[in-house]
Nanobody, 125 residues
């Protein structure tokens, strides 16, 4: 069982930055695929970013087209933390952001087994 707790959401003006954090439980955190999803009011939950161990000492990352070049996902295995640095935020980035995790490697259509409770991000115009 993995427990995920997000933090770092808030209100920011368009063009600003926020960094979301996700604290994860579990002794095998380093091998888990970790990621972020978001859900805006009246819309379905959508993939934002993922970071997956691909063997050796490197990690594979993937991003939704809408956030490429603006958002960066990273992790600190020593602290069981994953982060989402969000720059040049837009009003359309307003959503509840969820941290997610799964034991399986990342693949297209990733459907993680574990979810956090979410943190609200609001971007004002």
């Amino acid at each position: 069982q993995v427990q995920l707790v997000e933090s770092g959401g808030g209100l920011v003006q368009a063009g600003g930055s926020l960094r979301l954090s996700c604290a994860a439980s579990g002794r095998t955190f380093s091998s888990y695929t970790m990621g972020w999803f978001r859900q805006a009011p009246g819309k379905e939950r959508e993939f934002v970013a993922a970071i997956s161990w691909n063997g050796g000492r490197t990690y594979y990352t993937d991003y939704a087209d809408s956030v490429k070049g603006r958002f960066t996902i990273s992790r600190d295995n020593a602290k069981n933390m994953v982060y989402l640095q969000m720059n040049r935020l837009k009003p359309e980035d307003t959503a509840v952001y969820y941290c997610a995790a799964d034991r399986l490697p990342y693949s297209s259509g990733w459907s993680p087994a574990y979810w956090g409770q979410g943190t609200q991000v609001t971007v004002s115009s």
